[in-house]
């Protein structure tokens, strides 16, 4: 949990506590939509007849079709979505019969169809009246048309929502009340965050922040049912925990694979923000991986960077991919930032789930060695033969040996210079550094290291040991 008292911690964990309270930023309220509005339809105008008359009549003032109708619009339609009335058109009189107008209509009439009859010969004689009938269709494109209907794409949205059906019964929200190690005032206080069922028979995945210092501890269902639950183990290398309460046939949650992720990727977050709101679900995109933070908890790495809404009491809450697999434990956020948060990948999460799962206690895999993670200009500054790998050098933070003394690399004859460019098929680099890789091992896995040593390359296996508290 953070101190927000240090000036250094540029950022926090994110459940409601007292002690742990993520800092927020208040959004600029959004300003009010503009009301649009259609112009009315326009009334039919009556003309007056034109006549022949051969004297002029005395002037009259000029009647109001005459006036500008744009000076005086009239108001804009409530509902602006459906089409104006139709005015109501002014009945006609019947002309006024007269004496031999039956006669010319008449004698018109037989000449209009006589002359029809000779254009109809003529039509069908040159084959036009065969042709095929012109279907005229509104353009696709004519967006501002409120007949057209236009395509609209729901895949993102039905992913989403498909996602938060999957994954949410496996969401819940943890009661915790105790003290917290990291805080200056050392008196009982109480917090909120999440959690995740990863087993049936009621074993949760959440962050060491939530459960740190708890003297008592309860754990939510979506359907509200309460559960006392116990710590089991917390991890010693990350802000990870695990939580077991006395249940049966829970809906789990699907572990997915973090070591796929890419940067864009959809991703969706579900938790308890403020403590309040359980089951809340917002989406995002994976913004960058391989991530370092610093927390009063110590330093993470290898984190995975989101845009996903995150904030105080979502702390231990899943971030999910497309398919509702689990692929982070939500775990932090920026501090006076919007749309940075940070997630523990589930691929380190992993071996900590398989040891409870076997009655075991949570331990982290150890090698003994301190290195240089190795980049492009850290080869060109001191001449490396490789742009990717573990140097296997003791840096200025420390005055201990590059290889610990009776530590399991010592003990496989690992030497200070070697850079370890694999563990078994998988490559180091930047994407994948030797501590994000070893913590996918247990204590007591055997390992096959590819080093890089004096221009030759030889391999070595290791039998890890289990990584001493504190380290």
Do not use: C
């Not at 002309?95 to 003529?122: E, F, K, M, N, Q």
């Not at 959690?195 to 501890?217: E, K, Q, Y």
């Not at 695990?242 to 940067?263: H, P």
């Amino acid at each position: 949990m953070t101190d927000s008292t240090r000036p250094d911690d540029e950022t926090q964990p994110h459940e409601t506590t007292g002690w742990g309270r993520a800092f927020e930023s208040r959004p600029p309220a959004e300003p009010a939509p503009a009301t649009f509005g259609a112009a009315p339809a326009s009334g039919n105008v009556p003309v007056a007849p034109v006549t022949s008359a051969s004297f002029s009549p005395p002037p009259e003032p000029r009647t109001d079709w005459a006036h500008a109708r744009w000076a005086d619009p009239d108001p804009t339609p409530e509902r602006w979505f459906e089409s104006a009335h139709p005015a109501t058109a002014r009945p006609i009189a019947p002309p006024t019969r007269r004496s031999g107008t039956g006669t010319v209509l008449a004698a018109a009439l037989v000449a209009a169809i006589l002359a029809s009859g000779g254009t109809v010969v003529a039509l069908n004689a040159s084959g036009v009246l065969n042709r095929p009938p012109i279907v005229v269709t509104a353009p696709s494109s004519n967006a501002n048309s409120a007949t057209v209907k236009q395509p609209v794409s729901l895949d993102e949205s039905s992913a989403i929502i498909d996602v938060a059906a999957k994954a949410s019964p496996s969401v819940v929200r943890i009661f915790t009340e105790g003290i917290d190690p990291n805080s200056v005032v050392q008196q009982t206080q109480q917090g909120v965050g999440s959690g995740i069922i990863f087993d049936a028979n009621g074993w949760i995945l959440t962050n060491r922040h939530v459960v740190a210092g708890t003297t008592s501890l309860n754990v939510e269902l979506r359907d509200g049912t309460r559960y006392a639950g116990k710590v089991y183990g917390v991890d010693t290398l990350t802000d990870l925990a695990i939580v077991k309460i006395e249940a049966k046939g829970l809906a789990t949650a699907t572990m997915g694979d973090s070591d796929a992720l890419k940067v864009g990727e959809l991703v969706v977050a579900i938790g308890s923000p403020l403590g309040t709101f359980s089951n809340s679900v917002t989406s995002g995109i994976v913004s960058a991986t391989g991530r370092r933070i610093t927390t009063d908890g110590g330093d993470l790495r290898d984190l995975i960077q989101t845009d996903a809404a995150i904030n105080p009491g979502n702390s231990g809450g899943p971030l999910l991919d497309a398919s509702g697999a689990v692929i982070g434990v939500n775990t932090a956020i920026a501090r006076d930032a919007t749309g940075i948060g940070f997630s523990i990948p589930i691929n380190i999460a992993r071996p900590m789930m398989r040891q409870a799962l076997a009655g075991q206690s949570l331990a982290r895999p150890y090698i003994g060695i301190h290195y240089v993670q190795i980049d492009a200009q850290l080869a060109k500054t001191d001449k490396l033969p490789v742009k990717d790998g573990a140097w296997v050098h003791a840096d200025t933070t420390t005055t201990d040996p590059a290889v610990v003394p009776n530590g399991p690399a010592a003990a496989g004859g690992l030497k200070e210079g070697d850079i370890i460019t694999k563990i078994g098929n998988q490559a180091i680099d930047t994407l994948h550094p030797l501590d994000t890789l070893l913590s996918q091992y247990s204590p007591g896995d055997t390992i096959v290291l590819n080093v890089l040593r004096n221009g030759a390359t030889v391999n070595i296996s290791i039998t890890l040991g289990t990584r001493p508290p504190g380290l």
